[in-house]
């Protein structure tokens, strides 16, 4: 149950809206099914012997602005409150009577008519649909003060909750205020009759954050904006210093042909230019790594090579996000960024579902919680070198390092589900187990190449070497909670990646563990699948098997177990660290 409240300041205006045909004709039936004295004067059903419903909405919208009229000055120049009440589509249709006790409730809720006490406002509940009313009061009492009405939206916000239950109702998560302004009505008719899938204020704010992810400055943030193609003006002091900006669709005009425009604060409370310039000061994005320049690596194409970067990088994100420290909250900001970044440059197998993760998990960057030590270069800077480095184009290590990404970045997405779960925020919870289910299904389409062929590679490995393999996989996994299947065939990935790494120089015994010790698998959905690209990571394996064939080439790394087999001495590494990390909580995947 959604309440949706306005202000406005005539009455009689908006009754012959209520009672009208609708600007879509949607309008059915039209009468009331409650007011403050249950005997107001009903333009749909008057009962009179000679019934005229523009003499019958006078009188209602006279009687209802009577103690408006008798306050004269001391009345407030927008002294109509307007609360349209929807039901879901999936709920029961409720009765007149019905209708009646939630109307009766939201207005005790707000303090607009308290029960019981003979001087509240007057109001009425207009019902015209089956799924929802409307309710409309004046803001005088009966005494001629103005009712304290603080905080009114939440307040009809928590009664509905609360009537959900008890109606038995769809209920809805409750929200902080954190949530983005979504589109009214006459957005939504609008974006119908011109053909747009969306209204022009949901694509303006997906837009700016995209444009945002990696920003280092300011004034490459306008410049993202202005090559998207929206029209940009930015407002300025008298000093000549901007202090906001606003932005508007090509074509997206007012009946006076103007350009609508929106500010970023009407987007979304986090899009403000003084949020952007806390978000670039407090994680200003690093200049990434020339294409070849990175010393000591193998030499992956630019996507690549910012997607395996940015892999481990979002799994320290998730360790960070299982502390359970409020300084994580800074990096809730940072991943929605990776993956406004990932979701721009994936191939196009991917790309919906991943654009789909990021427009979710958006609702997943808000809330209350303020880091006071916000650290998000790292982040950002993964975001950043995944955008400059371009697109992938779903063949090859390209294709195969965003199922690399993708995978760990569901971990996030749940680790992120746990952080806001622990805090009470539900709408952001539910928002980040929603990224999840879509960063799961954009996998499937990333992964399904790559994975087969490793299953081809690993069924075709000599028989002898193939069950070693096995053998190694089965030691590692005893007693992780529930295993792959017994199918020898089902790991055949995995003993194709343990092939290659040993033949990259791997004790593949060591490494398996080290993969098994970084982080639980008791709850994977696909152990396999979750050890196969750790696994690959970490050995500096190519991520598409079709050149796992191929050794190393000149200059690039050494094994990273904890032994350098150059020399035979131990030589600590990024992933030798990982394996002595502390193994987080359960994680569902």
């Known amino acids: 149950m959604v309440p949706k409240i306005r202000r406005g300041s005539r009455t009689h205006g908006l009754l012959v809206y209520l009672y009208g045909p609708g600007k879509r004709d949607e309008h059915i039936d039209a009468h009331l099914v409650g007011s403050w004295d249950g005997f107001a004067p009903d333009p749909g059903r008057d009962t009179s012997p000679d019934p005229d419903p523009k003499v019958t909405l006078a009188r209602l919208a006279a009687a209802l602005d009577l103690r408006v009229k008798q306050a004269g000055a001391k009345a407030p120049a927008e002294h109509v409150w307007h609360c349209s009440v929807r039901t879901d589509p999936g709920d029961r249709t409720l009765t007149d009577a019905e209708w009646n006790t939630v109307a009766r409730r939201l207005v005790h809720a707000v303090n607009l008519a308290p029960e019981g006490d003979p001087d509240g406002c007057r109001w009425v509940a207009v019902r015209h649909a089956d799924d929802h009313i409307h309710i409309l009061a004046t803001m005088v009492r009966g005494d001629l003060r103005r009712p304290r009405m603080n905080y009114d939206f939440k307040k009809a916000q928590a009664e509905c909750r609360r009537i959900e239950e008890e109606m038995g109702l769809r209920q809805l998560k409750p929200g902080d205020g954190t949530g983005a302004k979504t589109p009214t009505s006459a957005e939504r008719f609008k974006a119908e009759r011109t053909g ?41 002091a008298p000093s000549g210093d901007a202090i906001g900006y606003n932005v508007a669709l090509p074509g997206d005009r007012n009946r006076d042909r103007e350009p609508i425009w929106f500010a970023g604060s009407t987007l979304a409370p986090d ?23 990175t010393s000591g690596r193998p030499n992956w194409s630019p996507p690549a090579r910012e997607r395996r970067s940015a892999t481990g990088i979002a799994e320290r994100a998730a360790v960070l996000l299982d502390s359970d420290d409020d300084e994580a909250a800074a990096q809730l900001v940072g991943v929605g960024e990776l993956l406004d970044a990932v979701a721009q440059t994936s191939p196009a197998a991917t790309r919906a579902e991943l654009g789909a993760a990021a427009r979710a998990f958006e ?38 390092t965003t199922a690399m990404l993708v995978s760990t970045l569901v971990l996030v997405a749940l680790a992120a589900a746990r952080w806001h779960s622990a805090r009470g925020h539900a709408q952001q919870a539910h928002a980040a187990r929603q990224t999840a289910e879509h960063l799961r299904a954009a996998y499937r389409q990333a992964a399904v190449t790559p994975m087969q062929v490793l299953r081809e590679q690993g069924h075709a490995l000599p028989e002898v070497e193939r069950r070693t393999h096995q053998a190694t996989i089965r030691a590692a996994l005893q007693g992780e909670g529930p295993r792959v299947a ?51 990571r970490l050995a500096q394996l190519p991520a598409h098997p079709d050149e796992a064939s191929r050794r190393p080439e000149a200059g690039a790394s050494q094994p990273t177990t904890a032994t350098n087999r150059t020399n035979n001495r131990a030589v600590p590494t990024a992933a030798a660290h990982s394996a002595t990390e502390p193994r987080n909580r359960p994680l569902r995947r």
């Open 196 to 236: 747009r899938p969306e209204a022009p204020r949901e694509t303006l704010r997906e837009a700016v954050r995209q444009a945002l992810a990696g920003a280092a400055t300011e004034e490459e943030f306008f410049t993202r904006l202005r090559e998207a193609g929206l029209r940009v003006k930015i407002r300025n």
């Open 271 to 293: 899009l403000s230019l003084p949020k952007i310039r806390i978000r670039l000061a407090d994680g200003t994005a690093e200049q990434t790594t020339p294409s070849g320049a």
């Open 363 to 400: 609702r997943a960057t808000r809330s209350h919680v303020r880091a006071e030590r916000a650290d998000t270069r790292a982040i950002r800077s993964a975001a950043r070198g995944i955008i400059q480095a371009g697109s992938a184009f779903g063949r090859g290590e390209d294709g195969g």
């Open 486 to 536: 017994d199918s020898s065939t089902k790991s055949d990935a995995l003993a194709a990646t343990l092939a290659q790494a040993e033949q990259a120089g791997h004790d593949p015994k060591a490494l398996l563990q080290q993969a098994v010790n970084m982080r639980e698998l008791d709850t994977a959905e696909d152990v396999d699948d979750v050890l196969v690209w750790r696994l690959r």
